[in-house]
C-alpha cells in the first residue's frame, strides 16, 4: 500500500487527538477550579448569578444568594470560583460607590409615555379625514362660504364631473397614476 494514500486518514486522526486532548484538559482545569470552593467562598454560576458556597454535597453545592435566601446548584453549574477580593469589588461595587437599591423599574412602558395631565381613559382621533373636509375646514376658518356649498350658482356639468373624480380618487392624494 502507497504511504501516500494513508495520509489523509494518519491527518484526521491526529486532529481529533488534539481536540479531544484540548477537551479534557478544559474538563480538568474546571474540576480543579470546582475543587476549590470551600464553604464562604464567592461564586459565579453559568447563568451569572453570583453566590456564597454555605454547603458542598456530592454533585451539588448550597449556595446563599443574600442573607436568608438560598439555592441549590448542580456542581456543573458552577461557571467561576472567585477571589475573595474580586467578589466583594462585583457584588459590592467599587470603594466608596453604592449600589440605588430603591430604585422602582416599571414593567412596562406605559407609565414612561402616559401624559400626566391627560386622563387615561381618552381615546385618540384615528379617523382619516377626507381631503373635502380639509378644505371645507380651511374655508371656515377664513370666514368664507365654501364655492361649492354657495347656492347662488348652479352646478355646472363640468364642477360635477370634478366632484365626482374627488370622491372616486384615492384619499392619499391621488398619488398612484391612473
Avoid: C, W
Amino acid at each position: 500500500m502507497d504511504p501516500i494514500a494513508l495520509l489523509p486518514f494518519i491527518v484526521i486522526i491526529g486532529a481529533m487527538f488534539l481536540m479531544t486532548r484540548s477537551a479534557k484538559k478544559k474538563q480538568r482545569q474546571a474540576a480543579e477550579m470546582r475543587d476549590q470552593m470551600q464553604p464562604g467562598t464567592g461564586i459565579r454560576t453559568i447563568g451569572g448569578m453570583y453566590a456564597v458556597v454555605k454547603e458542598i454535597r456530592e454533585d451539588s453545592v448550597l449556595v446563599e444568594i443574600e442573607p436568608g435566601t438560598h439555592a441549590l446548584f448542580a456542581k456543573n453549574a458552577i461557571g467561576a470560583v472567585l477571589s475573595d477580593e474580586e467578589f466583594d469589588r462585583i457584588t459590592n461595587g467599587p470603594e466608596g460607590e453604592e449600589f440605588d437599591v430603591d430604585t422602582v423599574v416599571p414593567d412596562d412602558a406605559s407609565s414612561l409615555t402616559q401624559d400626566e395631565d391627560a386622563p387615561s381613559d381618552a381615546k385618540p382621533d384615528l379617523q382619516k379625514k377626507d381631503a373635502g373636509d380639509d378644505a371645507d375646514a380651511a374655508g371656515k376658518q377664513d370666514g368664507e362660504e365654501p364655492a361649492e356649498a354657495s347656492d347662488d350658482e348652479p352646478k355646472t356639468d363640468s364642477a360635477k364631473a370634478d366632484t365626482a373624480e374627488a370622491k372616486d380618487g384615492k384619499r392619499d392624494g391621488d398619488a398612484d397614476s391612473k
